[in-house]
């Protein structure tokens, strides 16, 4: 166990998708579905997360929190590939956006994030600086999340009207 992952299972793992690349594609569905002022329950595959609303997250930090988890994942998955023990291992994002437009209130800037910034704080056993520099180099080269906010992902809208 290394990072508290099975080391030798995730390197297997990676093999077996090098040998049919076809299990790398994914498709993804979950429902949004309004609870009542501005709360969501989200769901999928039995699971549930709740957005928006009194003491939850709001979709914009749910966005920034998704893109901070996925460079931890990044993180700590190719450090066990390498056998690179974490100690810690922290991620502090900022991301700026304004609400004009989506409240209605301006025709400008866009609601979207207007950019995001974020430290990686690392510390590990048995790895040299050069090292971490290249692990923590693989969140701007291998985070699906990461790359989805970097480029623009084509939206498909379709109404159904009950």
Same mark, same amino acid.
């Given at each position: ?30 429902? @949004?579905?309004?609870? +009542?002022?501005?709360?969501? %329950?989200?769901?999928?595959? &039995?699971?549930?997360? =709740?957005?928006? !609303? ?24 190719? @450090?066990?590939?390498? +056998?690179?023990?974490?100690? %810690?291992?922290?991620?502090? &994002?900022?991301?700026? =956006?304004?609400? !004009? ?62």
């Amino acid at each position: 166990m290394v990072n508290q992952m099975d080391a030798k299972a995730l390197q297997a793992e990676v093999q077996d998708l090098r040998e049919h690349p076809e299990q790398c594609r994914i498709d993804r569905t979950l429902v @949004a579905e309004w609870v +009542g002022g501005t709360r969501s %329950r989200v769901a999928a595959s &039995g699971r549930e997360l =709740f957005v928006g !609303g009194e003491g939850d997250f709001g979709a914009m930090s749910v966005a920034l929190a998704s893109f901070l988890a996925c460079e931890v994942d990044v993180i700590a998955t190719h @450090a066990t590939l390498h +056998g690179s023990e974490l100690e %810690r291992l922290s991620i502090e &994002g900022h991301g700026r =956006f304004d609400i !004009g437009r989506y409240m209605g209130a301006a025709k400008e800037p866009s609601s979207g994030f207007q950019g995001i910034a974020y430290t990686v704080k690392i510390k590990a056993k048995n790895v040299t600086p050069e090292q971490v520099k290249d692990l923590v180099h693989l969140c701007e080269t291998h985070s699906p999340v990461g790359d989805s906010l970097a480029r623009a992902v084509p939206l498909e809208l379709k109404l159904e009207i009950e």
